[in-house]
Structure formats: structure tokens, C-alpha cells
């Protein structure tokens, strides 16, 4: 569904929201009880007050959205990149002057001559307009926006660039460079945490907004304060305390701080133990995807499955053809557990517990198989910071379980998630809890996790490194 929502005469965005939903708006001939909409003949002729209530294949809200709060590009509700990109309207001097020179391009080709004057209020008030989306645009909206201009705006084209625009980008990222200098002074919560000295913070070094995190850091719901979401905190600590708590009221209380939670994840990098004291509710399964989704406004589950499964064949070929051509023999004890049993459950496992061993990574502090008859967990965790532990039950001589007990997501030798259904979802929640918690990918295992974020999960696609844009163009040739 596609919004146009007016926040001033001079500012007027197109708001989409993704996925399932249900509308509810305050209906005045009921004392302004939220009603579902299902007419929109229903809504107040005046004004109306919606509410969005964001439902997932379990039919449970995960998230809620108040028109209040439409006005902040950085809260909680997912404002896209446009496509293409709008460009501004300029000064009505610089509009007068390019009026006229796309008139004579049109005419003859000709190409403007810009000022400096001219170009320096174009990259602004672009930088302006892009800093309203992101403070850290990517290759890819850098080139949108050079494309919208030059196409709004033939007279800018550059004589000798094939492209026409090519300069553009580059004007662009010098602007934005500037631009950043004065979010940071204004004190934008997304530039100041990443201009921070070494050594001013305490814990693991900040893992900047790198991994496609469209609300990295928002700022504070409109209309609420830090006093306010405190209140909500402590709210969602007693409801979390029941034995049946309300998950509705989880969600939105979730939903009510979150800014607040990226604050303290991200600013103090706390320890697992504090984070969880603070923040219980966030421990499960619904409220990880429901993170997930705020971040980076995609199911968790979904994306990753769905793009597990679409590779799935094609990497387990791969496999095949390395493990005869003798090139990566450790792969051959992940092959042989789907000659016992090929199921669709353990080929997605094969091609997940494949990706270490076909890149020649080192999962012994990351990826853990345990009898859950065997050793203490304290000792089996030692020295894992963030990891999968994968039980089972007797002896284990294969590459990985037929028959799995338990998946439980390790963070800092602690169990942060368990119960989990098998070992593909362990994968999911494991790349949710690593958004969510603002860790790093283990260094031991970077080239794994980088296919599963750029590859299966399809965020951030750009920027891929060598190996993985090898691995990918394989898999395309094999698809093929």
C-alpha cells in the first residue's frame, strides 16, 4: 500500500508500507475506539487517525505505526528509497536558469556551463533531500539520484562522460562528506555514533550501519521522551513477568522503545547480561524477527528461507563437483549425511554447514555440535562470543545431526535463544540476534556470513567482496 501523506505544503512524501496489515482508525461515533478499516468512506471527513497493525504468517502484530509519528524519515516506519528518486525544486533563480538551458538543449544539444554558485546550491539542497532517507547513502542511490537529476535536468549532462552523470556521483559524495559534518554538530543520533574517537567507548569496537540497516539508529518517537519510553520499559518488564503475558501489548511496547533500545545497543555497547536485565522481552523468537524487521523492514524467516531454498541446488552441486574434484574433501562428510537421509530439511542444512568448509573457514568457536546427555553447557560455550549450538542425543558420526534436539543461539558463552526448531531457523535468528544486538560477523567465518546477509537474504547487495561475487556468479552459471 502506497501513502501520500502531507506533513507541510513544502514536504510531501510518499509513505509505502510492505507486507501484511490490518487498518485501524479512531471512530468518533464509538468515543474514538479503534475500529478496523475496511471502507475507506468509514474515515472522518475532518481528520482521521490510523493505526497500522504490520501481521505475519502466525496473524500476531508485530509492529504499529501512529500517524503522529509520520512526520521523522527516521522513525520507526519503513520510508524507502524512492524510485526514481525526486528531484527538489532549486532556488527560483537557479530554476530560471536551468529553465532556460534545458530549452537550449532541447534545441541544439547544448550543455550549461555551471557555476560554481549554481552547482554548490544543487549538491546542497541534494544532500538535504538524501539525508532525509539515509546519512549513509549506498553506490547504487548515489547513482538514483544522479540519474533523476540529469533526467529532470538535461543541461547538466557531462560532454564527455558515456554516462552523462558520471561526475555527479562523485560531486555528490564529497557533498555528502560535508553535509555529515553538520548532522553531526546538529546532533544526528546515526553520524554522531560513528564519529566517535577509539578508546571513548568501552567493549567490542561499533559495527557501523554497514549491513543494510534501513533504522540503524532512529530518534525519538514525535510527541515522546526519554522519560515517557522509560515508563514503557518498565511496563514491558512486568508484562514479561506474567505466565501469560499480553503479546499484543509486547509488541507495541517493543515497538514504543525502540529508538530507546538502539540507543543503549549501539551508545554503550553494553554486555549480553546487562542487555538482557534491561530488555527480556526481546529474547525469543516473535520479538528477534520483530527487531529484525524494524531494522531492516524484512521478515527475518522469510528472506532467509526463501533465498536458502532458491540456492539450495545449486550450491549442493557446487559441493558435489568440489568434493570430486578433490578440492574441498571436508565438504564429502557433509555430503554423505544426505545419502542416509535426503530430506528438504537436511539439504538446507548440508548447504548452510557446506559454506564454512567450502571457503576453508574455522567454525570450532562458532558452530557446536552437543549430546545434551554429555558435557556441562558451560564448558561446551567456552570461548564462544557469538555461535550456534546444535544438540543432540548419543553419539554423533556424521557432519551434523539427522535427528537434532535442540538449536540454541550462543552470544558472549550464553544462551540468548533456544528451543529452536532445527538448524536452518538457528541460521535466521543467529543473522536476526547479530542485527539486533549491533555484533560484528566473527572473523572466522566473515565469508559465511556475508553470503548469507548479500546472497540468501539479498541486504546490501552491493559491495560484495571478491570471493563472494565468485561464489555468486558460480551459482548463477549453475542455475543456468
Same mark, same amino acid.
Given at each position: 500500500m502506497l501513502l501520500r501523506v502531507i506533513i507541510s505544503p513544502q514536504e510531501i512524501r510518499r509513505l509505502g508500507l510492505?507486507?501484511?496489515?490490518?487498518?485501524?482508525?479512531?471512530?468518533?461515533?464509538?468515543?474514538n475506539e479503534l475500529c478496523n478499516l475496511t471502507d475507506i468512506k468509514d474515515l472522518p471527513t475532518d481528520r482521521a487517525t490510523l493505526k497500522v497493525l504490520f501481521t505475519f504468517? !502466525? %496473524?500476531? *502484530?508485530? =509492529?504499529?505505526? !501512529? %500517524?503522529? *509519528?509520520? =512526520?521523522s524519515p527516521t522513525t520507526t516506519s519503513s520510508v524507502d528509497w524512492p524510485g526514481p528518486f525526486v528531484i527538489p525544486d532549486f532556488s527560483h533563480d537557479v530554476e530560471l536558469q536551468l529553465r532556460a538551458a534545458n530549452d537550449s538543449h532541447a534545441r541544439d544539444g547544448?550543455?550549461?556551463?555551471?557555476?560554481?554558485?549554481?552547482?554548490?546550491?544543487?549538491?546542497?539542497?541534494?544532500?538535504?533531500?538524501?539525508?532525509?532517507y539515509t546519512p549513509y547513502p549506498s553506490k547504487d542511490q548515489y547513482e538514483s539520484v544522479a540519474k533523476a537529476l540529469v533526467a529532470e535536468h538535461p543541461c547538466l549532462?557531462?560532454?564527455?562522460?558515456?554516462?552523462?552523470?558520471?561526475c555527479w556521483v562523485f560531486s555528490l559524495k564529497f557533498k555528502m562528506g560535508n553535509y555529515r559534518q553538520k548532522l553531526m554538530a546538529a546532533g544526528c543520533p546515526a553520524v554522531v555514533v560513528n564519529k566517535r574517537?577509539?578508546?571513548?567507548?568501552?567493549?567490542?569496537?561499533?559495527?557501523?550501519?554497514k549491513k543494510g540497516e534501513i533504522h540503524y539508529l532512529p530518534n525519538l518517537p514525535e510527541g515522546q521522551s526519554a522519560v515517557t519510553l522509560e515508563e514503557n520499559r518498565k511496563?514491558?518488564?512486568l508484562e514479561v513477568q506474567k505466565c501469560d503475558p499480553d503479546l499484543q501489548l509486547l509488541d507495541e511496547l517493543m515497538t514504543a522503545t525502540f529508538s530507546q533500545r538502539r540507543k543503549e545497543i549501539i551508545g554503550d555497547e553494553p554486555l549480553i547480561s546487562v542487555v538482557r536485565d534491561r530488555w527480556p522481552a526481546l529474547f525469543n523468537e516473535r520479538q528477534i524477527s520483530g527487531e529484525f524487521n524494524r531494522l531492516v523492514t524484512t521478515d527475518l524467516l522469510q528472506s532467509f528461507l526463501n533465498g536458502l531454498d532458491a540456492l539450495v541446488p545449486s550450491l549442493l552441486e557446487l559441493?558435489?563437483?568440489?568434493?570430486?574434484?578433490?578440492r574441498r574433501l571436508s565438504l564429502s562428510s557433509v555430503m554423505q549425511c544426505l545419502d542416509k537421509e535426503d530430506t528438504n530439511q537436511n539439504r538446507r542444512t548440508a548447504a548452510l554447514l557446506g559454506l564454512p568448509r567450502f571457503f576453508s573457514e574455522d567454525t570450532s568457536d562458532i558452530i557446536k555440535m552437543c549430546d545434551v546427555h554429555g558435557e556441562t553447557l558451560d564448558v561446551i560455550m567456552k570461548g564462544m562470543r557469538v555461535g550456534l549450538l546444535i544438540g543432540h542425543e548419543g553419539v554423533l558420526n556424521d557432519a551434523f545431526p539427522l535427528d537434532v534436539s535442540n538449536v540454541a543461539v550462543v552470544v558472549e558463552e550464553t544462551i540468548v535463544l533456544h528451543n529452536l526448531r532445527d538448524i536452518p531457523t538457528g541460521f535466521?535468528?543467529?543473522?536476526g540476534t547479530i542485527y539486533c544486538l549491533n555484533l560484528e560477523y566473527p572473523r572466522s567465518m566473515r565469508y559465511s556470513f556475508e553470503f548469507l546477509q548479500k546472497v540468501i537474504m539479498k541486504i546490501k547487495t552491493d559491495h560484495c567482496s571478491a570471493k563472494i561475487h565468485g561464489l555468486r556468479n558460480k551459482l548463477l552459471r549453475y542455475k543456468l
Amino acid at each position: 500500500m502506497l501513502l501520500r501523506v502531507i506533513i507541510s505544503p513544502q514536504e510531501i512524501r510518499r509513505l509505502g508500507l510492505q507486507g501484511n496489515f490490518i487498518l485501524q482508525f479512531e471512530d468518533p461515533d464509538f468515543g474514538n475506539e479503534l475500529c478496523n478499516l475496511t471502507d475507506i468512506k468509514d474515515l472522518p471527513t475532518d481528520r482521521a487517525t490510523l493505526k497500522v497493525l504490520f501481521t505475519f504468517s !502466525d %496473524s500476531v *502484530s508485530h =509492529s504499529t505505526l !501512529d %500517524s503522529a *509519528s509520520l =512526520s521523522s524519515p527516521t522513525t520507526t516506519s519503513s520510508v524507502d528509497w524512492p524510485g526514481p528518486f525526486v528531484i527538489p525544486d532549486f532556488s527560483h533563480d537557479v530554476e530560471l536558469q536551468l529553465r532556460a538551458a534545458n530549452d537550449s538543449h532541447a534545441r541544439d544539444g547544448t550543455v550549461i556551463v555551471i557555476s560554481k554558485g549554481v552547482k554548490s546550491e544543487i549538491l546542497d539542497k541534494l544532500a538535504d533531500m538524501i539525508s532525509k532517507y539515509t546519512p549513509y547513502p549506498s553506490k547504487d542511490q548515489y547513482e538514483s539520484v544522479a540519474k533523476a537529476l540529469v533526467a529532470e535536468h538535461p543541461c547538466l549532462e557531462e560532454p564527455g562522460s558515456a554516462k552523462g552523470w558520471y561526475c555527479w556521483v562523485f560531486s555528490l559524495k564529497f557533498k555528502m562528506g560535508n553535509y555529515r559534518q553538520k548532522l553531526m554538530a546538529a546532533g544526528c543520533p546515526a553520524v554522531v555514533v560513528n564519529k566517535r574517537k577509539h578508546g571513548q567507548t568501552s567493549c567490542k569496537a561499533v559495527k557501523k550501519s554497514k549491513k543494510g540497516e534501513i533504522h540503524y539508529l532512529p530518534n525519538l518517537p514525535e510527541g515522546q521522551s526519554a522519560v515517557t519510553l522509560e515508563e514503557n520499559r518498565k511496563t514491558m518488564l512486568l508484562e514479561v513477568q506474567k505466565c501469560d503475558p499480553d503479546l499484543q501489548l509486547l509488541d507495541e511496547l517493543m515497538t514504543a522503545t525502540f529508538s530507546q533500545r538502539r540507543k543503549e545497543i549501539i551508545g554503550d555497547e553494553p554486555l549480553i547480561s546487562v542487555v538482557r536485565d534491561r530488555w527480556p522481552a526481546l529474547f525469543n523468537e516473535r520479538q528477534i524477527s520483530g527487531e529484525f524487521n524494524r531494522l531492516v523492514t524484512t521478515d527475518l524467516l522469510q528472506s532467509f528461507l526463501n533465498g536458502l531454498d532458491a540456492l539450495v541446488p545449486s550450491l549442493l552441486e557446487l559441493y558435489k563437483v568440489a568434493v570430486s574434484s578433490s578440492r574441498r574433501l571436508s565438504l564429502s562428510s557433509v555430503m554423505q549425511c544426505l545419502d542416509k537421509e535426503d530430506t528438504n530439511q537436511n539439504r538446507r542444512t548440508a548447504a548452510l554447514l557446506g559454506l564454512p568448509r567450502f571457503f576453508s573457514e574455522d567454525t570450532s568457536d562458532i558452530i557446536k555440535m552437543c549430546d545434551v546427555h554429555g558435557e556441562t553447557l558451560d564448558v561446551i560455550m567456552k570461548g564462544m562470543r557469538v555461535g550456534l549450538l546444535i544438540g543432540h542425543e548419543g553419539v554423533l558420526n556424521d557432519a551434523f545431526p539427522l535427528d537434532v534436539s535442540n538449536v540454541a543461539v550462543v552470544v558472549e558463552e550464553t544462551i540468548v535463544l533456544h528451543n529452536l526448531r532445527d538448524i536452518p531457523t538457528g541460521f535466521a535468528l543467529l543473522m536476526g540476534t547479530i542485527y539486533c544486538l549491533n555484533l560484528e560477523y566473527p572473523r572466522s567465518m566473515r565469508y559465511s556470513f556475508e553470503f548469507l546477509q548479500k546472497v540468501i537474504m539479498k541486504i546490501k547487495t552491493d559491495h560484495c567482496s571478491a570471493k563472494i561475487h565468485g561464489l555468486r556468479n558460480k551459482l548463477l552459471r549453475y542455475k543456468l
